[in-house]
């Protein structure tokens, strides 16, 4: 959500903003013009409150003084019924203008770079070796399904397509995985571990910027609620409605929860194996600071992802996404992309945001700083790291010519000391 003081002071500035998002329309203009009609509304409203305040005032004393109060009180009906319905007419400005701030996505950061898609994204980084193979490598699908212990035909019987059931030792990779990245996490980057609602209301989906605009892509109820794309929901959302101390900042959390999304907007694309899944296990990360601070604490929080790949000694890029690929709630994204030997090619296994204060503003999620005066906390979210992507990871970097799958060190204690998955 904007600041409309901000958009007022300065719409074109605004409006540039909303361009580098590929927005060409000066949103600024309907904005401006459905606050103005709300401040005239207000104004009204508050004149003829104060006109309604001396009118009973008139009215008391006429009684008093036993005289006519008849065209007091019809004064006093006709105002009423105005009143009436200039309430009523707030009300939808106020509907207006908020659907209006609600529907475009934050300013961006000055650093991120210009370009309409992903071609556009700016490496920042590369780290590690990729492994030379004596053989050619093949996909997790092809592995996973060689061993018997992936299984998306069973999976399709139970819930259709873009889910998969694992067994055995995959099954066990799995939840050693999540377990390992919670641990480090908790024990070394000092995030608090939290067990969060994995159902959502509608307020918590538009506090994090899920609603309005991504409905499609979400999973909702028969009672109206939400199963979340990302533990993010929940664990910002703990911040809505608040005013922190700012000795509480910067407050970090994680969580490893399942997350649901319905990939409307991907048909066709990776139908083959775990990479585009509706339910899919990850490690969230979330920190919620005072704003000069949020700068850094976005470098830490992709800093703490960066760790897990590097103590699964899997090679990883960091990317700074261009202003057509960042995300709706995002000001600057950090992009960590992991190679897949099976594919010869990087792909996203986590994303850290800062949104600065564009949540906060949405849910109400505030701080008191030095000078006592509450003021928007910034939000940042990450993933830290996507478990089942970097299962997927796992499998492809260490395979074996004969099909079985080499343990990571950091991992095998999570296994029970075991070193290899063989069929």
């Not at 509304?41 to 004149?47: D, F, I």
């Not at 004393?61 to 009523?88: F, I, Q, V, W, Y």
């Not at 609620?225 to 910002?236: C, D, K, M, N, Q």
């Not at 906060?360 to 089942?388: E, W």
Request: aromatic share 6%; glycine share 8%; hydrophobic share 40%.
């Amino acid at each position: 959500m904007h600041d409309i003081k901000a958009i007022r002071e300065d719409s074109a500035g605004f409006d540039q903003a909303m361009f580098r998002r590929g927005n060409v329309l000066q949103p600024s203009i309907s904005i401006i013009a459905s606050d103005q009609q709300r401040r005239a509304v207000t104004a009204e409203l508050q004149e003829l409150q104060t006109r309604r305040n001396a009118l009973a005032k008139q009215i008391g004393e006429a009684k008093r003084a036993k005289a006519d109060t008849t065209g007091l009180e019809l004064e006093g009906s006709t105002l009423r019924n105005r009143m009436e319905t200039l309430e009523a007419d707030l009300l939808h400005h106020e509907a207006a203008l908020r659907d209006r701030l609600a529907a475009l996505p934050n300013i961006l950061d000055a650093q991120v770079p210009e370009g309409r898609d992903e071609t556009a994204n700016r490496i920042e980084k590369t780290h590690g070796t990729l492994r030379n193979f004596p053989f050619q490598p093949k996909e997790h699908f092809e592995l996973g399904e060689a061993l018997g212990l992936m299984d998306f035909a069973a999976a399709a019987k139970l819930a259709g397509t873009r889910f998969t059931i694992l067994r055995g030792a995959l099954a066990r990779l799995e939840r050693a995985l999540g377990q390992f990245m919670i641990d480090i996490h908790t024990s070394e980057h000092g995030y608090t571990e939290t067990a969060v609602p994995l159902l959502v209301n509608d307020a918590a989906m538009f506090g994090t910027g899920q609603l309005p605009k991504f409905a499609e892509d979400l999973f909702k109820t028969t009672d109206g609620r939400w199963l979340i794309p990302t533990a993010e929901v929940s664990l910002t959302n703990l911040a809505a409605g608040e005013i922190l101390p700012q000795s509480a900042l910067p407050m970090r959390l994680t969580a490893l929860t399942p997350s649901f999304r319905a990939e409307a907007g991907s048909a066709g694309r990776d139908v083959r194996g775990m990479l585009r899944q509706h339910q899919f296990q990850k490690v969230e990360l979330v920190s919620i600071t005072a704003p000069e601070d949020s700068d850094a604490e976005h470098e830490r929080m992709t800093r703490c992802a960066e760790t897990i790949l590097e103590r699964l000694e899997l090679p990883y890029r960091r990317m700074l996404l261009c202003a057509g690929d960042t995300g709706f709630s995002a000001a600057k994204t950090y992009d960590l992309e992991v190679w897949l030997p099976g594919q010869g090619m990087y792909r996203e296994i986590s994303s850290c945001s800062n949104t600065r204060a564009f949540q906060a503003r949405r849910m109400n999620a505030r701080y008191r700083g030095a000078d006592n005066k509450p003021d928007f906390v910034h939000t940042l979210n990450g993933s830290g790291v996507a478990v089942g992507r970097a299962l997927i990871a796992v499998l492809e970097t260490y395979q074996n010519e004969d099909g079985s799958i080499t343990i990571p060190a950091a991992l095998r204690p999570y296994m029970g000391g075991l070193e290899k998955i063989e069929k």
